[in-house]
């Protein structure tokens, strides 16, 4: 589009010099000189156009038309004006970054062409650090909360476990400030160290110093079948391999007996694939889900169920919080409003609107939110996430058992009256 835009504008620009130039042929006497304004600096014309492609993009595909609100054309001219005061380099970095911030959290991003490259660049499955998935708090007291810890790693080796909470690294309290830089503290060059200050749930806080490594990103599905009440519980990993919804079927084939109740644990579960988010759809429900959808295209999900041991008979409990995200968030939503799940835990944020790159002129890159899924009823799950049907007190950090967890204890209730 903004190549598009781009050929316009330089068609207006020759045709209005033709016409100009037409124009002046005709006079029958010299034209009098007038003053040449200052040519434009080569750095605010490539600013400018990065500006207006953005702009362009804004107009053209944000998810919703009113853009939730802004006050868009005033936005636009007021960083126009700020480009053709002259900004530098990095001045103009930072004008981009606080224009994404404009958006509503999580809407908008803004990579810089060195930003871009380094991410393009960077692998994501390997890594140094510690080997721990996280989440942030920022009350009653700023921690990091360590979601699941990968097996093999530093931070197993040095015990930490799910449920724990970080409150300072390298004798630094975390800070409310440092919700985007902490992992870059805790993580760190292969063979360095770094001492975390580690509280286990009912415990007292002790220091750990662990040795960084190269990490291996990976999670499991872990389950339990509750033998005495026949309920088969299973917490989703943080980021799933694509054959989840096959290695959840099978285990649930594999049991000696239909469960009296499931249980889907979603509260640490952030990455789940497209395909695998059908197929757990159609494993544990049927019929039409929701739809995924942009400012001009919608996509309805009707999927016929698949029944693994009472996979879409036994009554069924999803666990969600803060930190279910994404494609976690539209398994609990639809389920639930299906009819086919009870939800209990605490709201998710909805976190269900994707992301799409928009390539600019100057090798940096603009992200904006295009499309989002609504339920049946047409509840935009971007907007309100999944609030659960039995609201139930209790972060992440508040229990390390099971027999403390209270989402979980209610959840058996609910299945067991």
Request: glycine fraction near 8%; aromatic fraction near 6%.
């Amino acid at each position: 589009m903004a190549r598009r835009y781009l050929l316009w504008v330089g068609l207006v620009i020759f045709f209005a010099t033709l016409a100009c130039n037409t124009v002046t042929a005709r006079l029958p006497f010299a034209a009098t000189p007038t003053a040449t304004r200052p040519a434009i600096p080569d750095i605010v014309t490539r600013q400018l156009r990065v500006l207006d492609a953005v702009d362009a993009a804004v107009r053209e595909q944000y998810l919703r038309e009113d853009l939730d609100g802004l006050d868009w054309e005033a936005i636009v001219a007021e960083y126009r004006a700020r480009i053709e005061a002259g900004l530098d380099e990095q001045e103009f970095i930072e004008a981009m970054r606080e224009l994404a911030g404009k958006f509503p959290p999580g809407n908008a991003r803004y990579l810089s062409r060195a930003e871009r490259i380094e991410a393009e660049t960077r692998s994501t499955s390997t890594f140094t650090g510690i080997g721990v998935y996280w989440s942030f708090r920022a009350e009653p007291e700023p921690r990091v909360l360590i979601l699941a810890v990968i097996e093999g790693t530093p931070a197993e080796r040095a015990g930490l476990q799910a449920h724990d909470a970080i409150y300072a690294v390298d004798g630094q309290p975390i800070r409310v400030e440092d919700r985007e830089t902490i992992v870059n503290r805790i993580r760190g060059p292969k063979g360095t160290t770094v001492t975390l200050t580690v509280q286990t749930p009912g415990e007292e806080r002790r220091d750990v110093t662990i040795t960084r490594d190269t990490i291996t990103a990976s999670d499991v599905l872990r389950g339990t079948f509750f033998n005495a009440a026949g309920i088969a519980y299973y917490r989703l990993p943080v980021v799933a391999e694509s054959d989840l919804a096959e290695t959840l079927a099978q285990d649930l084939d594999n049991q000696p007996r239909k469960p009296a109740g499931l249980i889907l644990d979603l509260r640490t579960s952030r990455a789940i694939e497209a395909d695998t988010l059908l197929r757990l759809l159609a494993l544990f429900g049927n019929g039409e889900f929701g739809q995924f959808y942009t400012r001009m295209l919608s996509e309805t999900i009707q999927l016929d169920g698949i029944e693994v041991n009472g996979s879409q008979t036994a009554p069924l409990v999803i666990l969600v919080g803060p930190d279910t995200a994404a494609q976690a968030e539209i398994l609990a939503g639809a389920l639930q409003a299906t009819g086919r799940a009870i939800v209990i835990g605490l709201p998710t944020p909805g976190d269900t609107e994707l992301l799409t790159e928009i390539k600019l002129p100057d090798g940096s890159r603009f992200s904006l939110v295009t499309a989002s899924f609504r339920l049946p009823d047409g509840t935009d799950l971007g907007l309100t996430g999944v609030q659960p049907d039995i609201r139930v007190e209790g972060d992440w950090d508040s229990f390390s058992r099971p027999e403390d967890d209270p989402a979980l204890q209610v959840a058996i209730k609910e299945l067991t009256r």
